[in-house]
């Protein structure tokens, strides 16, 4: 074996010579671990990994990136199918962290912790005593009772896999309430003697289930007989002649003072700080997007100088922590170590030969369940650390932790500078008390969200990035035909434009520039005099989008107003967002809210937010929305409030995410969208250099000086005509579809922006064009006969086109309820 840690000394030597240990197995077993001694009836020796980020300070990308590892490894054991449907479970203390990193490497399984923190009011589901641990009580505290009770494998967690005991404890528990075909165990490293992993073997026999195993390394520790008595005496006689000081301790003092800042993190609000309640894909999703911000501000309140900086977590609070701490590592110049405390106690001994060289004693700070009790920093004294960032949860901040001997004091001893961040700890409603939604996160802006500037727009979505959910069109429509799924359970591929495309669309932009400037003006004078002073817009992602940040362009052009924008999700067959609505209601006067889209068709969304708008205030007793939305074009003449309703082309119609700030359509799916989540969309930064969101938006906002006068003059006589809808589009598509044979609306798709959706995501039948359309249907032309779709001229159009999707051969065609039209 390889022993090179430190200074070429292996930091198990110590330990081994002077208690006959040996380690066997695997090259990287010394690499990964050192040996250590601890004051513990039950086993003397305590295998100390360099990986885990506990005992010893280490590159949170190596922590990180070893538990992603793992996952991918069981991913890759259990095939998609079942990795879908896996659940990972992790083991206090010192798993916490590695049991959610092979969760993310996993993917998309929902993660939970046990805990030896009881939390009154929230059931317990299972529990198991852990045979060699220094504390061994484990408690399964999920929210959701039914996370552990399904049939999918159970992926369980531990840093090392030893005697096998506590696996043994946690199956036999928790396979006698849920029992299941598979279990897979996965453990940094597999150190089970023969004897012991034929246990295992012959007790997955016996409940009749699969257990396999996955680990980084594997060996055996080979003990000599009188190995307890040995270490026993090896412990008192270094305790007896160490001084505190001599162990990296210190005197108990007040905290100098300059030398802590505290740093609120802005913590997501409703985020679960950690798997003990339970961590799902969603709020995996939710952290991944606001840790750059909270990072952020860690780094700001670290010194210029600093070079050595470490993130400590607490005790069971490893993921937070660890993930900050990877955050801080890609923003920082300063080389960051991870590692957290531990209510395990283990004898320190400055040598290189053994792992722990220095230990920091503390009283607990979190009032434990089982009473007053010291805790213990490794490896922190003396490691040279100029800043070290302390991150507890808030049930951790007590005046224990800042009192003198507290832990903020022990640090304060050994680093110039100490950085205090307190994350919320997460409590699960009472199952008595009345359901209660939780508090809402805040809109995702860009650059972290969209190619847009931040104050643009703020996106009421969760971000799903980095799920999977786009497929070819014919496959995903066969899908979404064969199965009743829902077309916004999926996004089709993003359309790439060919040359001669984008070519076409800078000409369309060109020749349009001033209709649409003069549309956008006319518009929004027509909101700010009828419907708000101060209108909070609101555009219905995506296609509403650019619309609404052009609105909001000309209230700062021709008024100074400053108005707030945001981006809703609305799907067919499904309504608004109500989380959305609801976190809009809880900022901003729901009277001042104008909804805000690109165009008109046949009006289904109109109708469709009028019922969801109804529907929302039955349910949550909100009233003051109005559904009436505000379009730049109205051809079907469906809303009151619009610029105009010819149909002509609307340059962002002839594009996907690539000119609505780099977003998917939305998408609502059970699996990735909880009851209190935001509808899910994904930014596709991949596609930045073909970006033209803000070219489309400069090329309109240009034009705003050479129209103000004809649309001050448009909007006056707008105001004072009878604006009251007549739903002719609805009318001409009823007539369009009877006289094709199609019998069915909902495979009629009017005007320019219909048709080009259904071009570039559905699978067409015809086209039908006016024949005085002229250069408003270039791009039309071209998609079709990119696809193979027939253009036929009609005189008496009401639209300037309308696609069709064939009424037989329906692949992409999707009826009033979102489901396919099965023809």
Request: overall charge negative.
């Amino acid at each position: 074996m390889r022993n090179a840690v430190n200074n070429g000394v292996w930091s198990g030597t110590w330990v081994a010579e002077r208690l006959g240990v040996e380690l066997v197995g695997d090259d990287e077993l010394t690499e990964l671990l050192g040996l250590a001694l601890r004051r513990n009836p039950k086993r003397a020796h305590l295998l100390v990994s360099r990986v885990l980020g506990k005992h010893v300070p280490q590159s949170p990308s190596v922590v990180h990136g070893s538990g992603l590892a793992l996952g991918r490894r069981v991913r890759d054991l259990l095939g998609p199918a079942e990795a879908a449907r896996a659940v990972v479970l992790g083991y206090a203390e010192t798993a916490t962290g590695l049991g959610h990193c092979v969760a993310d490497g996993l993917g998309s399984a929902p993660y939970l912790h046990s805990t030896r923190r009881p939390v009154p009011g929230v059931p317990q589901a299972g529990g198991f005593e852990e045979s060699h641990s220094h504390a061994t009580t484990h408690l399964l505290l999920p929210e959701d009772p039914a996370l552990l009770a399904g049939d999918g494998p159970l992926v369980l967690v531990d840093d090392e896999f030893s005697t096998g005991n506590t696996v043994l404890n946690t199956i036999r528990d928790l396979h006698a309430r849920h029992p299941r075909r598979r279990y897979v165990v996965v453990a940094l490293v597999d150190m089970r003697s023969p004897q012991d992993a034929g246990r295992l073997d012959a007790f997955a026999g016996e409940i009749g289930a699969r257990v396999d195993l996955v680990a980084a390394a594997s060996g055996t520790v080979k003990l000599p007989q009188d190995v307890l008595d040995k270490g026993r005496e090896l412990v008192a006689r270094h305790e007896a002649g160490a001084r505190d000081g001599d162990m990296g301790g210190s005197a108990p003092n007040a905290l100098p003072h300059g030398r802590l800042t505290r740093v609120d993190p802005r913590w997501p609000a409703g985020l679960p700080d950690g798997g003990r309640h339970g961590f799902t894909p969603t709020h995996r999703r939710r952290l991944d997007a606001a840790l750059p911000a909270m990072a952020a501000r860690l780094a700001d309140a670290i010194p210029g100088t600093a070079r050595r900086v470490l993130v400590l977590g607490t005790e069971e609070l490893m993921y937070a922590p660890l993930r900050l701490a990877r955050e801080l590592e890609q923003i920082t110049d300063a080389e960051v170590r991870y590692s957290t405390t531990t209510r395990s106690p283990v004898l320190a001994v400055d040598d290189p030969g053994y792992a722990i060289r220095t230990r920091l004693v503390f009283p607990a700070h979190d009032d434990p369940a089982d009473g007053p009790g010291e805790r213990y920093a490794y490896n922190v004294a003396g490691a040279g650390f100029d800043t070290i960032v302390a991150v507890v949860d808030s049930a951790g901040d007590t005046p224990a932790l800042h009192a003198p001997g507290g832990l903020l004091d022990r640090l304060a001893a050994h680093t110039p500078h100490v950085v205090l961040t307190v994350v919320p700890s997460y409590v699960p409603e009472s199952a008595t008390a009345p359901e209660r939604p939780p508090m809402l996160p805040e809109p995702l802006r860009g650059p972290a969200f969209s190619s847009y500037a931040p104050d643009e727009v703020g996106w009421l979505l969760q971000d799903l990035s980095d799920v999977t959910l786009e497929a070819p069109t014919e496959e995903r429509e066969e899908a979404i035909q064969s199965g009743g799924a829902h077309y916004a359970e999926s996004l089709p591929v993003e359309y790439q434009p060919s040359e001669q495309y984008q070519t076409l669309f800078h000409q369309a932009l060109d020749a349009s520039a001033a209709r649409i400037a003069h549309a956008v003006g006319v518009v929004t004078e027509t909101v700010v005099a009828e419907r708000s002073p101060r209108p909070v817009l609101v555009s219905l992602a995506r296609a509403g989008t650019p619309v609404g940040v052009l609105m909001r362009r000309w209230a700062q052009h021709r008024h100074g107003l400053d108005l707030p924008h945001y981006a809703v999700s609305i799907v067919r067959g499904r309504g608004i967002d109500a989380n959305a609505l609801r976190w809009l209601a809880a900022h901003h006067d729901p009277s001042d809210v104008v909804f805000v889209d690109g165009w008109t068709g046949k009006g289904a969304i109109t109708r469709e937010l009028a019922d969801a708008i109804g529907e929302f205030e039955k349910t949550h007793g909100i009233t003051g929305f109005d559904p009436e939305i505000a379009v730049l074009a109205d051809p079907g003449s469906c809303v009151r409030t619009y610029g105009t309703r010819e149909d002509f082309l609307i340059p962002s119609a002839c594009l996907n995410s690539t000119v609505s700030g780099l977003i998917s359509r939305t998408v609502l799916r059970a699996d990735l969208v909880g009851p209190h989540d935001y509808h899910g969309a994904k930014f596709y930064r991949e596609l930045a250099g073909a970006d033209v969101s803000g070219a489309f938006l400069d090329a309109v906002c240009a034009r705003f000086p050479e129209v103000a006068d004809t649309v001050d003059a448009a909007a006056k006589e707008l105001l004072a005509a009878d604006r009251t809808p007549t739903w002719a589009g609805w009318a001409a598509v009823e007539r369009i579809s009877e006289e094709y044979g199609i019998h069915d609306v909902n495979l009629v798709k009017p005007g320019v922006g219909e048709t080009t959706r259904v071009l570039l995501r559905r699978v067409p039948w015809k086209i039908l064009a006016r024949q005085d359309a002229g250069p408003d249907l270039d791009h039309v032309r071209l998609l079709a006969a990119q696809r193979g779709v027939p253009v036929e001229e009609v005189g008496d159009l009401p639209y300037t086109c309308v696609g069709l999707i064939h009424p037989r051969y329906t692949r992409g065609a999707t009826g009033a309820d979102g489901k396919a039209v099965t023809g």
